[in-house]
């Protein structure tokens, strides 16, 4: 039976939210260029992220992510753009889960943490706010948007070996929200490598609510990314 519907779950007036900015990927198809501090719309990538969650009250304080080479430079645009929370600007691992674990650590005191991607600077406020409301039935919640394409399942010889029905294909996306605790026990217990948050506490049987994205919050990855994500950007900023 799913754990994670408890009462002991449930998101109460005035809980401590923290949030882990995972930053510390290898930037390898991006010829080069660290994503995380490229500039869009004239800012670092990763600033609008941090102000988004600096504009949500929620959130009291914040761990900042970055590969080990980076955390001075991260040291740096926190004090130039001068946030008012607490920002912990601290290295990250050899794998994903491992970066977001060593986040969790400064934000003990947390009872709710949310988990973004760093490179993912399309996030707003009412998304924010949706992945809190959907984390307080279980405990766990992920962003997500319908798929729009046809998916094929390819075997390693690139034959297609199956075709999924669209109804019922979300793609996952961040912010993920979590009770601490819960996310804090499966980075302990869970030792095989994931790519999610979500997929770690799913291993453990907990129930996870997926909650609305945005088809905007795309994860910059390649150079044709930034490209994308300035004109949501700006197209956001005339709004």
Known sequence: MPQGSGPSLRLEPGDSVGAVVVAAGASSRMGGVDKIFAPICGSPMVGFTLDQLEAFPPVTEIALVLDASAVEQGRALVRQRGYRKTIHVCAGGERRQDSVRRGLEPLHSCRWVIVHDGARPCLDLPMLQRGLDAAAEFGAAVAGVPVKDTIKVVSKQ???????????????QTPQVFRYDLLWDAHQRCTETVTDDAMMVERLGHTVRMFTGSYENIKVTTPEDLILAEAFLSSRAGR
């Not at 690139?158 to 979300?170: K, S, Y």
């Open 158 to 172: 690139g034959v297609v070996t199956d075709t999924p029905a669209r109804e019922g294909l979300w793609a996952a």
